[in-house]
């Protein structure tokens, strides 16, 4: 399963305040982003280089979609934090084949002229207690990191950690980025470090 990391998720309680919490932690201003009809959510995007970082929260003038969303966003509670991360793939049936039970069922969406496929978890939950990456696949050459003002910001580091951080390991197959890493604790987590004008700063 050839994996690379595509983007990183903050969740919200609403999608201003995500966007205030990252602006006032990177020192940045975020790009608007664009709706979700199928899950009823909606987003905001900053650049960081050859990747992004996505600030996602439940839409509240959509309709329910009757199903969980993505992220786990219907028990998300408190503060604004980084919940996901997300690889693309060039084969996301194969990559799911590979995946562990539970990561999700290949669906096609599109936002305005941006269309890819999804691993959307029935449960609205990645297995690994949600640690496992979400998986992509654009269709067509466009991708968000395109057409995103480039604040230099860029992710130095990713740091996953998880009980069973070897089965995770194991799950990630080929995923070669070294600015992944998994890490074995008590607790599961992530943690993103980043490279900014005004020095490293960190989200959790």
Not at 58 to 71: E, S, V
Not at 74 to 88: A, E, Q, V, Y
Not at 145 to 171: N, V, Y
Request: aromatic share 8%; proline share 9%.
């Amino acid at each position: 399963m050839m994996l690379a990391l595509d983007h990183i998720a903050i969740s919200a309680e609403t999608l201003e305040a995500g966007a205030d919490w990252v602006e006032k932690a990177l020192g940045v201003p975020l790009a608007g982003g664009g709706k979700h009809p199928l899950m009823s959510t909606h987003n905001r995007l900053l650049s960081l280089g050859d990747l992004y970082l996505e600030v996602i929260a439940i839409d509240p003038g959509a309709p329910q979609p009757g199903y969980p969303r993505w992220f786990d966003l219907d028990h998300f509670r408190g503060p604004p934090r980084l919940t996901n991360w997300i690889c693309r793939t060039d084969d996301l049936d194969a990559a799911l084949a590979a995946a562990p039970k539970g990561t999700g069922t290949a669906t096609d969406l599109q936002r305005g002229d941006y269309r890819w496929r999804f691993a959307v978890p029935a449960t609205g939950k990645l297995p690994f207690d949600n640690r496992f990456p979400a998986l992509i696949q654009w269709q067509g050459d466009l991708h968000p990191t395109k057409s995103l003002r480039d604040h230099d910001i860029r992710l130095t580091g990713l740091a996953i950690t998880h009980p069973d951080a070897p089965a995770l390991s194991a799950a990630l197959g080929a995923l070669a980025d070294p600015r992944v890493t998994i890490e074995l604790g008590p607790y599961h987590a992530l943690r993103a470090t980043f490279d900014t004008p005004d020095g490293t700063r960190v989200l959790t």
